[in-house]
C-alpha cells in the first residue's frame, strides 16, 4: 500500500558527525519536503522539491543539504554545521501543481546528538 | 515573528461534547488553510482544509470557520471523542500551496 516511509525512527550521532535521514514515497507525488519539528513549536520547512533534480530553501535551510535523483527519494542530510540538530524530522509528499494541497507525513525520525 | 498562531497549547474536553480549536493568522495573502492532527512519535495526518473562497466546510464531525476580516480560523469537532486526543496543526499558505507555515499546536484532551 501506498505511503512514505522514514528510516530509522530514532538516531543517535555524535556532535561534529554528518547523518542523512531517508525519505521514500510510493505515491507517485512530484512535491516532497523536509519539517523539523521542537517541543512547542510548528513544523517548519528545511527544504522542498517540486520535481527531480531541483530543490529550493525553506525557512531554516542554514546547516542542512538534500539531493532529489529519483522522484521517490528525498535524503535530508544533517550536516556538521547544523548548531541543534536535535529534533523531530518530518518528510511529507504532495501532488504537485493541482488544487489539491495535501501533504502527506511521513512516521518522522527522531535525532539525538549529543 | 509567527504568522500562525495558536494561542492555546492545550485544551481539555469532555467527550461527547464540541471542541473548539483556534487559529490566528497575520499574513493576509494567506489563501489556503488545513488543519493536521498528530499523535505522538508519528507523523501529522491531513484533517480538512478550507480556501479563502469559502467561510466553512464541513466533513462528518469537523467543521472549519474561516473569518477572513478577522484572519481567523476555528476547528469544530462535534460529538468529541477520545480518539480525538491529539495535537491539532493548523497551516496555512500562499496560492501554490507548495509552501505551508505551521502554527504550534494545540494539544486536545477529550476525557471520557
Known amino acids: 500500500d501506498g505511503g512514505i516511509t522514514q528510516s530509522p525512527k530514532y538516531l543517535f550521532r555524535k556532535e561534529g558527525q554528518n547523518v542523512t535521514l531517508s525519505c521514500e514515497q510510493n505515491l507517485n507525488h512530484d512535491a516532497m519536503y523536509w519539517y523539523r519539528q521542537d517541543p512547542g513549536q510548528g513544523l517548519r520547512l528545511i527544504y522542498y522539491s517540486q520535481i527531480v533534480n531541483d530543490f529550493q530553501k525553506g525557512d531554516i535551510a542554514e546547516g542542512y543539504s538534500v539531493s532529489r535523483e529519483k522522484k521517490e527519494s528525498f535524503p535530508l542530510t544533517v550536516t556538521s554545521a547544523q548548531k541543534n540538530p536535535t529534533a523531530f524530522y518530518l518528510c511529507a509528499s504532495s501532488i504537485a501543481g493541482t488544487g489539491n494541497y495535501e501533504q502527506y507525513f511521513g512516521p518522522g525520525t527522531r535525532l539525538t546528538v549529543t | ?112
Open chain 2, 1 to 112: 515573528d509567527q504568522q500562525v498562531k495558536q494561542n492555546s497549547p492545550s485544551l481539555s474536553v469532555q467527550e461527547g461534547r464540541i471542541s473548539i480549536l483556534n487559529c490566528d493568522y497575520t499574513n493576509s495573502m494567506f489563501d489556503y488553510f488545513l488543519w493536521y492532527k498528530k499523535y505522538p512519535a508519528e507523523g501529522p495526518t491531513f484533517l480538512i482544509s478550507i480556501s479563502s473562497i469559502k467561510d466553512k466546510n464541513e466533513d462528518g464531525r469537523f467543521t472549519v470557520f474561516l473569518n477572513k476580516s478577522a484572519k481567523h480560523l476555528s476547528l469544530h469537532i462535534v460529538p468529541s471523542q477520545p480518539g480525538d486526543s491529539a495535537v491539532y496543526f493548523c497551516a496555512a499558505s500562499v496560492g501554490d500551496g507548495q509552501n505551508f507555515v505551521f502554527g504550534p499546536g494545540t494539544r486536545l484532551s477529550v476525557l471520557p
